[in-house]
C-alpha cells in the first residue's frame, strides 16, 4: 500500500461552521505534514508531525487545530474559517530517516462561504 | 530570501525537444532535493530525487546538482504534451526528513 488517502475531496462550509479533515497512511511512515496551496502557488507548510508529537507549526492561526491520533492518522479540525482559507489542503507522509521522499494524498478542496 | 526558488515560466517547447527547468535554494545545509509535477487541479507526484551532486537518470528524465551553486536543474528528454504541467522543485533541509519547501513552480506548456 503506497497511498495517502485523504477525505473528503471537496468540502464547503460556512463561517460559523466547524469540520474535519482526515488523512490515513499504511506505509508504516512516522511523519505527516499539513499543507495549503491556493490556486497557481507552492505547498505552503503548515504543520509537522513526528512521531505523533506536533514538531513543526508554522504559525497557523488557531481556527486550524491539528491532531494525530496514532502513526497512521492525521486530522485537521477547522473553525471559524473565513473565505480566504478557501484552498486545497494536503496530507503528505514520509519516514523520518535522512533523505527520505514526501508521498501527498490527493487533498480536500476547501471553500469557505 | 526564499526558501526555493524557480523561474515560474511559463515554458513552451515543441512535442520532441528537450524541456529544462531550474530551481535555486538558500540555505547550503539543505540535504536532499525533489521534483514534483502537479497537474491542475491535482496533488503534487514525486517524480525524480536526487541526494549527491552530480546527474542522475530516470527514462526521460535527467535531475542534475550542483551544491556548490546551490542549484538543481531536471531535462525532459522527447517533451510529450502529456509532460504539460507545473513542475515544483523541494527542498529537504532537515536531517530527520521533516522540512520540506517547495519553489513556486514553472509551468511547462508542451505544443504538439
Known amino acids: 500500500d503506497t497511498e495517502v488517502t485523504q477525505t473528503p475531496k471537496h468540502l464547503v462550509m460556512g463561517m460559523t461552521n466547524k469540520k474535519s479533515l482526515k488523512c490515513e497512511q499504511h506505509m508504516g511512515h512516522r511523519a505527516m505534514y499539513w499543507y495549503k496551496q491556493k490556486a497557481k502557488k507552492p505547498p505552503e507548510l503548515m504543520f509537522v508531525?513526528?512521531?505523533?508529537?506536533?514538531?513543526i507549526n508554522e504559525s497557523v492561526p488557531s481556527r486550524f487545530s491539528p491532531e494525530c491520533p496514532n502513526s497512521s492518522l492525521l486530522n485537521l479540525h477547522l473553525h471559524a474559517l473565513q473565505p480566504e482559507d478557501s484552498a486545497l489542503y494536503l496530507c503528505?507522509?514520509?519516514?523520518?530517516?535522512?533523505?527520505?521522499?514526501?508521498?501527498f494524498g490527493s487533498g480536500t478542496q476547501l471553500s469557505v462561504l | 530570501q526564499k526558501e526555493v526558488e524557480q523561474n515560474s515560466g511559463p515554458l513552451s517547447v515543441p512535442e520532441g525537444a528537450i524541456a529544462s527547468l531550474n530551481c535555486t535554494y538558500s540555505?547550503?545545509?539543505?540535504?536532499?532535493f525533489f521534483w514534483y509535477r502537479q497537474y491542475s487541479g491535482k496533488s503534487p507526484e514525486l517524480i525524480m530525487f536526487i541526494y549527491s551532486n552530480g546527474d542522475k537518470e530516470d527514462g526521460r528524465f535527467t535531475a542534475q546538482l550542483n551544491k556548490a551553486s546551490q542549484y538543481v536543474s531536471l531535462l525532459i528528454r522527447d517533451s510529450q504534451p502529456s509532460d504539460s504541467a507545473t513542475y515544483l522543485c523541494?527542498?529537504?533541509?532537515?536531517?530527520?526528513?521533516?522540512?520540506?519547501?517547495f519553489g513556486t513552480g514553472t509551468s511547462l506548456t508542451v505544443i504538439p
Open positions: 540555505d547550503r545545509g539543505s540535504q536532499s
Open positions: 508531525y513526528s512521531y505523533e508529537k506536533l514538531s
Open positions: 523541494a527542498v529537504n533541509k532537515g536531517n530527520t526528513g521533516n522540512q520540506f519547501y
Open positions: 503528505a507522509s514520509s519516514y523520518l530517516t535522512s533523505n527520505e521522499k514526501l508521498f
